[in-house]
């Protein structure tokens, strides 16, 4: 889950995250481009910090949602 720009509200990103995805699931991570946190419903700004929050799921079940990052990457101009 990442928080938008407002920082009020989190929203998944199943096309670059998707935890049920095998190839994410084998990798332990997920890359999400900047193009996409920059638009909606992101829509986050060059120098703004990139908040998530994340919840791991195994054999019993859903484990509680972690707390916020505190130690955010901050938006940054896309490598050209």
């Not at 095998?22 to 193009?35: A, G, K, M, N, W």
Request: aromatic share 8%.
């Amino acid at each position: 889950m990442i928080k938008d720009s407002a920082m009020t509200t989190f929203y998944e990103e199943l096309s670059y995250c998707d935890g049920s995805d095998s190839d994410i699931i084998s990798q332990l991570y997920c890359e999400i481009p900047l193009t996409v946190l920059r638009a909606s419903p992101f829509i986050l700004t060059l120098g703004q910090p990139v908040i998530a929050t994340v919840q791991a799921k195994n054999e019993r079940g859903w484990g509680s949602t972690s707390a916020e990052s505190t130690t955010n990457a901050l938006m940054q101009t896309e490598p050209s």
